[in-house]
């Protein structure tokens, strides 16, 4: 079995910055991309930031020049470091993997998302 487990979120004052870790874990799996996204009250989920197995890195515009997301294969640990945070950015943010993952003497494309992490800006 493979998880997503996320830490990082909290309340933070307008301006302020946060660092969100997701770690991977569990079977054997190489990974196609991994994904920030997030949901505000009310709100559909949005995608908010992805990585290539490449180092290829998208944003959504709201957060370009703001937001960074980035990587430790090592640690199969991803991050996205959050800078001058406003109220908007309130909302519980989900970490997404696309992986391969091997079982059965075969391997298999899932996805998988964390249990979520709630951030709160305030003005």
């Known amino acids: 079995q493979v998880q997503l487990v996320e830490s990082g979120g909290g309340l933070v004052q307008a301006g302020g910055s946060l660092r969100l870790s997701c770690t991977v874990s569990?079977?054997?799996?190489?990974?196609?991309?991994m994904a920030w996204y997030r949901q505000a009250p009310g709100k559909q989920r949005e995608l908010v930031a992805t990585?290539?197995?490449?180092?290829?890195?998208n944003y959504v515009d709201n957060v370009k020049g703001r937001f960074t997301m980035s990587r430790d294969s090592a640690k199969n640990t991803v991050y996205l470091q959050m800078n001058s945070l406003e109220p908007e950015d309130t909302a519980v943010y989900y970490c997404?993997?696309?992986?391969?993952?091997?079982?059965?003497?075969?391997?298999?494309?899932?996805?998988?998302w964390g249990q979520g992490t709630q951030v709160t800006v305030s003005s």
């Open positions: 569990g079977s054997i799996f190489s990974t196609n991309a």
């Open positions: 997404n993997a696309d992986l391969n993952i091997y079982g059965d003497r075969r391997w298999t494309r899932q996805t998988y």
């Open positions: 990585l290539t197995t490449y180092g290829s890195t």
